[in-house]
C-alpha cells in the first residue's frame, strides 16, 4: 500500500489491468538478480540510440531476442553483435501467472507464450515518451513488471499520444497487463518519483520495468 489506504486493482481501459502488489518482496529480490546478470551481458545494458540520432535516456537490456528500433533479432548488431541472453521457462510461468492473475482467464494463460523481455532501468531523470509497442508480429498481452521506486505511468488511446489518457502511480511490485482492445494503446513515462522505493526489494536506487512479450518471430 501507499499512504493509510490499500491501492485497489482496476482496469484503466479495456484489456488493461492494473494488480498492485502481485510480486512479493522475495520474487522482487530475485528479478532483479536476474537483471543483473543480464545487463552484464553477453549483451550488456545500454542506452538505445534511436535512428534519428537521439539517445534514449532509459538504460536497456533485452532476453530471448534484441529490440532495437525497431524490430527485433536474435543477435544486437547495433551493440556487440552477441546474440541475446536465453528466454528462460521460468520467465514464461511467470507471464501466464501473471495473465491468469490480470484476466481470470486460465485458458489464455496457459496459450501465452512469451519470448523476449525488455528490461529498463531507469534513474531518477530517465522518462519514457507516448508509443506504441507494435513491432511485435503478435497480437498477445503485454505483461509489465515494476521494481524500485515509483513512477507515474501514462496509458493512453490507440489513436494518438494525447489526450484521453489516464495517470497511474505504479509501485514496487505492481502488475499491469495491456492487451486485447488496449494492446497497441499509447503509453509512457513522464515521470520517476526518486527515493521511493524499499530497498528490501534489491534496488538501492531507479526503477527497473520488466516487460514480457509474444514476439510472433521464429
Known amino acids: 500500500m501507499t499512504g493509510l489506504f490499500p491501492r485497489e486493482r482496476a482496469q484503466i481501459a479495456p484489456g488493461a489491468v492494473h494488480v498492485p502488489g502481485w510480486l512479493s518482496v522475495d ?26 540520432g537521439g539517445v534514449m535516456s532509459v538504460r536497456t537490456v533485452c ?4 529490440w532495437q528500433p525497431y524490430r527485433y533479432t536474435r543477435t ?5 553483435g552477441a546474440r541475446v541472453a536465453e528466454f528462460p521457462e521460468w520467465l514464461v510461468e511467470l507471464g501466464r501467472r501473471a495473465l491468469a492473475d490480470a484476466y481470470g482467464d486460465e485458458e489464455a494463460a496457459r496459450a501465452y507464450a512469451p519470448d523476449t523481455a525488455l528490461v529498463n532501468f531507469y534513474d531518477g531523470d530517465a522518462k519514457m515518451g ?4 507494435k513491432d511485435e508480429r503478435s497480437g498477445a498481452p503485454v505483461v509489465s513488471l515494476s521494481i524500485g521506486d515509483s ?4 496509458f493512453g488511446n490507440t489513436e494518438g499520444r494525447g489526450r484521453p489518457y489516464t495517470d497511474v502511480e505504479l509501485v514496487s511490485g505492481d502488475l499491469f ?13 513522464p515521470k520517476v518519483l526518486p527515493g521511493t522505493g524499499d530497498p528490501a526489494s534489491g534496488m538501492t536506487g531507479g526503477r527497473l520495468n520488466i516487460t514480457l512479450r509474444e514476439t510472433g518471430l521464429r
Not at 522482487?28 to 538505445?48: K, M
Not at 507516448?130 to 509497442?133: E, G, K, N, S, V
Open 63 to 66: 532476453v530471448g531476442w534484441h
Open 177 to 189: 497487463v495491456f492487451g486485447g482492445p488496449s494492446r497497441f494503446a499509447y503509453h509512457g513515462v
Open 76 to 80: 544486437a548488431d547495433d551493440v556487440n
Open 27 to 52: 520474487e522482487q529480490r530475485e528479478l532483479v538478480g536476474a537483471c543483473r546478470e543480464w545487463a552484464r551481458g553477453p549483451v550488456p545494458i545500454r542506452h538505445t540510440r534511436l535512428p534519428n
Open 130 to 133: 507516448m508509443h506504441q509497442d
Open 151 to 154: 513512477c507515474v505511468f501514462r
